[in-house]
């Protein structure tokens, strides 16, 4: 038998017998030959072209970014808002947006199917181009990628790859380290016997906030992958939601009935945490409106974590980002999806349902919910009725209502031009972030199918530049899913302030969504595709067509054979439409005023005299656009809202 001194790698050896060969090898790797040198024939390609570098991907994307919110996220989204759904097409644009290499633009395909499957907190891969190797790195902030490592010119370093690759179990393969698998530590196929354990030192808490202080274990109810729900792409939030129950204390923490945990990696920020706000709303429904708690989301337990307390792999990196992300589980009551309704009189109910949920939310803790989309309205069966509930309420806030605060910050002249000049100075300090992958782009569907996109747009930075650098003031973000966006939140410049009138605006999209595609015999939601762009801008300009031009919104329900929903299409999305029409009318007023504004910001005289003037003049413009806007919410009121539908507004 052989022993270990019996098996030996002889790099001194191999090296020695390559610059045999090939003497004028590279100085250092990465590094280019002079002409006339022998090289590796494995080194001459037809086409070749300049590698990838930390330089110059962070040079493309901040170039990318810099254009404008049109193709950038959150997402997202996040976004959140949480880049985009990833098909042929999409990764050759990339690969010219970011000067990648075909190898270059195949790997990210790769990586980004990676991070976009199973219960991940990072992915990892290695890509092989002639004589060099390169580490790729990815996780919800971003993707990393080393230098080139010339194999021959390091093998020590090809050797610690391999060795660390060769020893890394599951969870050091980036598996969220709350999984537990029946099978190898250094493989998995399958969900079966699977569980998801909580332990006391992941400072777990109850519904109420306090800490649990037993390990709490739960079964995983999947039977295969296509039972857990992942978001597609890299950066973002991550969500993944898989099906579990409660087995052992777990079962008095939660209950025995049906769960899910939900898996996210959310933009750390004080004023949105999704499990304070879920929290708030259901101690204060609960003293105030308790009918109203059977149609929010019920929270069991949950944990948050920082990337130093998981030992996040970009914690020892030094890439640290501006917008950091928590990891966050949530262990949530059960509810079906909108797909598995049964007719138009049942979602007339949830819908009903849900819309005054959220407004008595609003009503009684001031949070708006600011992402009613198709995924985040749910139901449950109470004998033979439907109820309906409002999920995921990680974008929630409460919106801005100080006096001098009730209009957009954009309003704002000091905001308009010397914080988007001071914004666009750091703009080199941005760090990859692959903005198209992020989450918050896309609801997950199929590779090359388009998918509904997340508005989250998070700026990043590298580490040490962020606090001598960034303004002190929160910075913006745009929130929603855009085929339920309000027109407002989707035009081009600055972000909009978010207000009750656009989650009912979104509520509108989502009627129409559910009324033009919901297949009754399949279960199934289907598309309209104009309003899944990823640039927003333009699905905004679709949707305002939408709304002023009649024959475009005949036309939406032209494929809907069900009696129920095309009843529902005439009686309740035609006459809300009238309404939305109306404000949006206001809007190009409402940017010309901005323009004019804008213009007489620049240029301010120096005299006294004309400055009076101009400052007067751009006050009484200023004035005009809050009149207008004020105009715009009280004729999108919830009132306004259920009585155009013939509801009661209780």
Known sequence: MWGKEDIKIDLDGLRHRYLKNYPQCIDRPGAKRKRGDKVDPEMIKPGKRARLSTENVTEATNTRQSRGHENTRKDAN???????????????????????????????????????????SYGSGILFRDMTLQLWYADRMGIIVSRPIHMIEEPELLLYTVAAMGQADIYQMGICHLMEFNTSKRKFTTYRNAKLVLDVDQDVKDSGGEDVREPLEFEVTAKNENDVFTDFGIVGRGTTVVPVRAT?????????????????????????DETECIRKIRKVLA???????????ELKCYLSREIDELELPRAYLGTRVLDERIFRTMILEKYDRLEAMNNAAEFKIIFVDVVRAHRWVYKETNILHQDISSNNVMFYRDGRSVRGVLCDWDQAAAPVDDPEESEDQSDDPAWSVSRVERSTDKVNTLDWKASLLAEGSFIPKNVGKPSRSKAQDVPEAESGTVESQLPPEPLRYRTGTAPFMAIDLLAKGSVSAH????????????????????????????????????????????KE??????????????????????????????????????IANKSPMLMYLREERDDLVKCRPNEDERCTKSFAKEHEIRSKIRQLKAEQNEECTYEEFMKTIGEDAI
């Open 78 to 120: 996040d976004t959140d808002g949480h880049g985009w759904e990833i098909d042929g097409a999409d990764i050759q644009k990339i690969s010219k947006q970011l000067g990648l290499t075909d190898d270059e633009a195949q790997m990210l395909k790769y990586i980004n199917e990676q991070m976009s499957h199973n219960v991940r």
């Open 248 to 272: 052992g204390h777990a079962v008095n923490v939660c209950g025995s009935g049906e769960l899910v945990a939900k898996i996210a990696w959310p933009v750390k920020r004080q004023n949105r």
């Open 287 to 297: 003293e105030e409106k308790p009918s109203i708690l059977k149609h929010i989301v």
């Open 499 to 542: 207000r009750y009138r656009h989650d009912l605006e979104s509520f509108f999209y989502l009627l129409v969504y559910v009324c033009a595609t919901f297949d009754v015999k399949q279960h199934r939601l289907g598309h309209i595709y104009e309003w899944e762009s990823a640039d927003l801008a333009q699905v905004g300009e679709k």
């Open 545 to 582: 067509t939408f709304l002023k031009n009649p024959v475009v919104f005949n036309d939406t329900f032209q494929n809907q054979t069900d009696p129920g929903f095309k009843d529902l299409a005439e009686g309740w999305a035609k006459p809300l439409r009238r309404m939305l029409f109306r």
